[in-house]
């Protein structure tokens, strides 16, 4: 990681991940044995215009902000930021699904099958 990177990582994270989230994204990276951490994003997409994309880092490029939360560095590109920031991860399991649950205060509207949002 650059030092500007590394600079990045002790600055408050705009995106927070609850403990159950950062639990499992640990567990998940200590599973496939590699990972820097959970790049965050969204794209272009859908009947409400944006959709969340999440990946796990194997190598930092040089555009990504990087922060931390709850010991889980979260990479964001510079153009997804402003949607993003305020916004907490969850990780939630009910009956026989789990999954990821964005609470993102930029939301202004979801779609009714809950794929895309709109801020």
Not at 44 to 54: H, I
């Amino acid at each position: 990681m650059t030092e500007q990177a590394e600079l990045s990582l002790s600055l408050n994270a705009p995106i927070r991940l609850t403990e159950a989230a950062a639990a499992h994204v640990l567990k998940f990276l200590a599973k496939r044995g590699k990972g820097l951490g959970l790049r965050l994003g969204v794209r272009t997409t859908g009947c409400s215009g944006m959709a969340y994309k999440l990946e796990y880092v194997d190598t930092f490029n040089g555009e990504d902000k990087v922060f931390t939360s709850q010991g889980v560095s979260l990479f964001v590109d510079p153009k997804s930021l402003p949607y993003l920031q305020g916004m907490e991860l969850d990780f939630a399991r009910e009956g026989l699904n789990e999954g990821f649950k964005f609470n993102n205060p930029n939301e202004k509207d979801r779609c009714g099958c809950g794929e895309s949002f709109r801020v």
